[in-house]
Structures are given as structure tokens and as C-alpha cells.
């Protein structure tokens, strides 16, 4: 299992959540407004963003990748993907990530 991240604009963040779900793409994703700072072509901006947190088994996480890339506006998106201890979370959520994802994770 994975977890990625990934920051997107207010006004898309619903829509490319609500894509990767119903693709099975991802099993979920959780939706957090943030304020973010940061510098692109060489100017400092700060924006409202939505930081996503989308879960994923390991075996559909190229395919997230690829879908994530494709549905997002930014020139060059945040895709983060994080390790998560799976011996040690709870094992029926793992399973029902790999489920909902629709392929078994080795």
C-alpha cells in the first residue's frame, strides 16, 4: 500500500478525486485545504491549494501515477508517493485498499 500526495487547485481538487475513484484508481482520497508558499519561475507565490491524500495498493500505483498526471491542471504537478508500514496498520484497512483498487498487492 501506498499513500500519495499531491496538492491541486480548490476548483479541481473534486473532480480529479471524484475521477480516481470512480476509475479505481485510488480507494481513497482525503481532501485538506492548505495555504501554500513556494517559489515557480522565479517568483514567490502563496496560493489556496487542496493537499490529497490518496491511498493505493502498490500493484495500482503506476497506473495512479499515469491517471494523476493526465486529470491534473499543473504544469508540473506534486506527486509524492509515500511508504506505509504495512505490518504494522491496520490490516483489514491494507486489505480493503488492495480490494477497492481492484488488484492484489504482492
Known sequence: MKLVLSNIGPDDADRVARALIDE???ACVN???VRS???W???VHVDPEVTMLIK???DGLDALVARLR???PYDLPEIVVLDVDVERSL???VQWVRDETG???L
Do not use: K
Open 24 to 26: 479505481r484508481r485510488a
Open 70 to 72: 493526465e486529470l491534473h
Open 91 to 93: 490490516g483489514a484497512y
Open 37 to 39: 508558499v513556494y517559489r
Open 41 to 43: 519561475e522565479g517568483s
Open 103 to 105: 488488484r492484489a498487492e
Open 56 to 58: 493505493v495498493s502498490l
Open 31 to 33: 481532501l485538506t485545504p
